[in-house]
């Protein structure tokens, strides 16, 4: 059976940079893709970002050029970086490994998400 764990959220006034990281168990990461996602109360859940087994990087546009996404398939551990961070983007953010080694948005398993508030 699959798990997911996420961890390293918490509060962060507005410009401020959190890193967020998923481990992996039950599977070996090497072959399939991995995304963040992030939902608040009332919205649907939205793709952050994804990177594909080969390493092919897919951004949202609300954060591209703010959040950085890597992976540690030794360590069986998917990151995001997310800086310049906005109120906005407090959310619950979970991370899913895909069925697939690219990108495709058919999640196999989630984690249980780690919430993070930006605030002044």
């Known amino acids: 059976q699959v798990q997911l764990v996420e961890s390293g959220g918490g509060s962060v006034q507005p410009g401020g940079s959190l890193r967020l990281s998923c481990t992996v168990s039950?599977?070996?990461?090497?072959?399939?893709?991995i995304g963040w996602f992030r939902q608040t109360p009332g919205k649907e859940r939205e793709e952050v970002s994804c990177i594909s087994a080969d390493e092919i990087t897919y951004y949202a546009n609300s954060v591209k050029g703010r959040f950085t996404i890597s992976r540690d398939n030794a360590r069986n551990a998917v990151y995001l970086q997310m800086s310049s961070l906005k109120p906005e983007d407090t959310a619950v953010y979970y991370c899913a490994i895909d069925r697939h080694p690219h990108c495709s948005g058919s999640v196999r398993s989630w984690g249980q998400g780690t919430q993070v508030t930006v605030s002044s």
């Open positions: 039950g599977s070996p990461l090497d072959y399939y893709a």
